[in-house]
């Protein structure tokens, strides 16, 4: 599952799924069924704990819908706990710098300057793989995406897409917005950082990836050269539907 997933990302085929917020797993089964490519599990802005990320990669997994955890930081216990637990991929907030990226290319990886190794986890089976199976298994299995969201990530966002173990620029289009004093996210001046940071992508020959409100707005961006889309929230459905009940 997470293997054809990071396949499909790096062929850079046409995906859609959603942030989900909220801590029931029976979300993710209904996604699922729904019949979204992928979930990204948003513990920036949501307040998902290790534990309650635990359970919704397992509900994930029993549902056979590939997951990706936007981290809170870019610490070597967040990028473990979620690539442990079976997440198909890290999503990191406001990758500015090219050091970052570099760094955190690194801590996707087990061994010397990256994350701790353990056999012993869903990620590996629970040790039925053993550990040179994992080694061999882990890279294909999982996927970094950074997210580009003010001037000087814009600025970098060539370089940062160049480097080796970074699979998926994503661009942030209301945080790129406020960095640059905006509230409007269909201003001139933020689709063209927006659009900067997609023909980067496409330039390096890694995925380009965008968060929409609608899938019209997604679909203009997939003309535009982005393959990951991110088209609203699980609370934004629920709350859609909430009001379209009361007419």
Excluded: Y
Excluded at 192 to 206: F, H, R
Excluded at 216 to 231: F, H, M, Y
């Amino acid at each position: 599952m997470n293997k054809e997933f990071c396949s499909r990302l790096r062929r850079h085929d046409s995906m859609t799924g959603t942030f989900v917020k909220l801590h029931d797993p029976a979300v993710i089964e209904i996604l699922a069924h729904a019949g979204l490519d992928f979930v990204v599990l948003d513990a920036e802005h949501a307040p998902l704990g290790r534990q309650q990320i635990a359970t919704l990669l397992l509900a994930a997994t029993a549902a056979r819908l590939p997951a990706i955890v936007r981290v809170p930081e870019p610490s070597k216990t967040c990028v473990s706990t979620a690539l442990d637990c079976g997440a198909a991929g890290i999503m990191v907030p406001h990758v500015s710098a090219v050091a970052e990226a570099v760094r955190l290319a690194e801590l996707m990886r087990f061994g010397r300057n990256g994350r701790g190794f353990s056999p012993s986890t869903r990620a590996a089976d629970f040790g039925q793989r053993g550990i040179t199976k994992h080694l061999v298994m882990q890279p294909e299995e999982t996927c970094l995406i950074c997210q580009i969201e003010d001037e000087q990530g814009a600025q970098n966002a060539e370089d940062i897409a160049a480097i080796d173990g970074v699979d998926c620029l994503f661009v942030g289009p209301v945080d790129l917005a406020v960095s640059i004093d905006q509230t409007d996210v269909s201003n001139d001046e933020v689709a063209a950082l927006c659009s900067q940071i997609v023909s980067s992508a496409v330039t390096a020959k890694k995925a380009a990836g965008m968060f929409s409100t609608s899938s019209a707005a997604a679909q203009s961006w997939q003309e535009k050269g982005v393959s990951l889309s991110v088209v609203g929230t699980d609370q934004s459905f629920l709350k859609t539907g909430a009001l379209a009940a009361l007419g």
